[in-house]
């Protein structure tokens, strides 16, 4: 068949149908996916009675993380990969290719965490999924390493498009997240496939997640969409910073089964205290769109103040916005699965809302509060995601504000130019930037991230011991390959290297052959290469130096000399296999 396809179809038409039946694929598994949600969370509240609800909530979310620690250990051997970082991983490390279980294991885990009440977002799972489709479907049809890359993102584009009805914002998640670079006519196959999981979703899937219709903004307002800027960009700024703070929490805890039961438990009271934190919250922001955000106080402790005080129910949204990160961190810390995208667009409504009847209770001015609970989602995502055009477009799509466009424009720029400031990379790429595998915009900085620094490391190089005489040293010599040498003592630690160059004239003094150390003639390194730091910046050491090789340590040892050749070359090979 693939002999039949190299003769008859083009490489350009079978990437275009491959996109499609990628696009099909990953819409069918976000439909899928969040149908089962849909009707295993009516499930579980249609058998409890109404006035014992409250304390389905504190439970429901133990037993769902309970599962998805079950499933992940054995089903998955503890191989999860929460996120989309390891999405990222792959495309910058590992040539595109992601586990075949991811076609499979971030659809199970989310449905088991947030059908019961696991407060985090179904967009990483889903879109983790759809790219785990396009890589392993790529690698079957035989297509190169460039167009899998490119499939790869068009599985993430239409897991975002499929679960939002929103083609355009799926094309520009996975340029903004997943992809470091593209071609103008890569394009083409991403809105294919992300119209194609649009369609199927739109077929099989009952409206999209929020509703609202809006025609008009007053330009007396931007000031305020100015502060809802501001807000939004310290919104996201805590929202990642908590997120990582948490994690490390997590890492530090011991034994699985004590992360479920005190990290479910902990859930399950915020779930009690505010019940707008079970699940992903959705129904919460469309009660808003809808201009009810009295249904805050539903099912909980508070909602004896629902027609009594306003400032009980700004409170709530209050604490449900700041929480909203917390409830995430704790259900995925504690083995569930989920992501931060969902979480906030719930913060940022919730923000939104609060600006807007702040302004509005103070008399001074009335704005339409609909309008700052999606400027404020958008504001929110742009800054945690650090994908302005997403936020843009996929609110614009999912709530049918195209009308918003400029004050959107306002609020994501605001917004995404505070939280770089402070924030320099998002919710998915903090972690890889300090391993030093997150592929930048820059495509030179993309491919010197994808090389290996540990295996362009050589070590045939001759190392000589300080207390070595300088005859001792001139044997060496004559046997040596290479006209560098490092001085290492006993402990393995470099102490010094010396040069050919440097020591010539030294070697034709047989008169000091016994009595000249080699701790003598040896100099201090001009640099030293540590195995972790990453070759764009060794690079630009060796420029600044005007060096060609400097020596490379390991937890202070030596390990061998890293080349600038070595570099060059192996960015070579790898511009090769890109462009393959």
Not at 391 to 398: D, M, R, T
Not at 544 to 560: C, D, E, I, S, T
């Amino acid at each position: 068949m693939l002999l039949w396809r190299l003769r008859h179809v083009s490489d350009r038409l079978y990437l275009i149908v491959v996109s499609i039946l990628v696009g099909a694929l990953a819409g069918l598994a976000a439909v899928l996916l969040k149908n089962s949600v849909h009707w295993g969370q009516e499930l579980l509240y249609g058998w409890i009675p109404e006035q014992k609800r409250v304390f389905a909530l504190f439970l429901y979310p133990i037993i769902g993380i309970g599962l998805t620690v079950l499933f992940t250990r054995y089903v998955l051997q503890g191989q999860l990969g929460r996120g989309i970082g390891p999405i990222i991983y792959s495309v910058a490390r590992q040539g595109s290719v992601v586990p075949r279980s991811r076609m499979y294991s971030q659809w199970v885990s989310s449905f088991l965490t947030v059908t019961f009440g696991g407060s985090a977002g179904l967009e990483a799972p889903i879109s983790v999924t759809g790219s785990a489709i396009g890589s392993n479907l790529a690698r079957v049809l035989r297509v190169s390493r460039r167009e899998r890359r490119l499939l790869v993102g068009c599985g993430a584009a239409a897991g975002v498009a499929a679960i939002f009805n929103s083609p355009i914002a799926g094309v520009l998640f996975a340029v903004e997240v997943v992809l470091s670079e593209l071609s103008a006519p890569f394009f083409i196959p991403l809105l294919i496939s992300s119209a194609t999981a649009t369609l199927v979703s739109k077929l099989l899937f009952s409206g999209q997640p929020f509703v609202l219709i809006t025609t008009s903004w007053s330009v007396d307002t931007v000031p305020f969409y100015l502060l809802l800027g501001l807000g939004a960009a310290l919104l996201s700024v805590y929202m990642i910073r908590i997120y990582f703070a948490a994690e490390k929490l997590f890492e530090r805890w011991r034994g699985t089964y004590r992360k479920v039961a005190l990290g479910g438990t902990a859930l399950g009271v915020l779930v009690f205290i505010f019940p707008t934190l079970y699940g992903e919250g959705y129904n919460i922001v469309q009660s808003l769109l809808s201009g009810e955000p009295s249904h805050l106080l539903d099912a909980s402790i508070f909602s004896v103040y629902r027609d009594e005080n306003v400032w009980i129910l700004l409170l709530v949204a209050g604490c449900s916005m700041l929480l909203k990160v917390f409830a995430t961190c704790v259900t995925i810390g504690a083995g569930g699965n989920g992501g931060m995208f969902g979480s906030s667009l719930f913060s940022g409504a919730l923000l939104g809302f609060v600006i807007a009847r702040l302004i509005n209770l103070s008399g001074l001015f009335v704005v339409p509060e609909v309008h700052f609970v999606v400027l404020g989602m958008a504001g929110t995502l742009a800054g945690v995601v650090h994908a302005p055009l997403t936020a843009i477009f996929l609110i614009a799509e999912i709530t049918g504000g195209y009308a918003l466009f400029v004050p959107l424009m306002f609020v994501t720029s605001c917004s995404y130019i505070i939280t770089r400031y402070f924030e320099p990379y998002s919710v998915y790429t903090r972690k890889l930037v300090q391993r030093g595998v997150y592929v930048h915009q820059d495509r030179d900085r993309g491919l010197l991230a994808q090389l290996d620094l540990p295996r362009l490391v050589e070590t045939d190089f001759e190392p000589v011991q300080p207390d070595a005489t300088l005859g001792e040293l001139v044997d060496i010599f004559r046997h040596a390959t290479r006209n560098l040498f490092p001085v290492v003592d006993n402990d393995g630690a470099l102490v010094g290297i010396i040069s050919l160059d440097q020591v010539r004239d030294a070697l034709f003094d047989e008169q000091h052959y016994n009595t000249t150390r080699v701790s003598d003639l040896m100099t201090e390194p001009p640099a030293t290469v540590n195995v972790d730091d990453t070759l764009l910046d060794i690079l630009r050491c060796m420029e600044q130096l005007n060096v060609w090789a400097l020596p490379v340590l390991k937890n202070g040892r030596y390990v061998g000399f890293l080349l600038k050749s070595a570099i060059l070359a192996g960015y070579r090979k790898q511009l090769i296999k890109e462009s393959e």
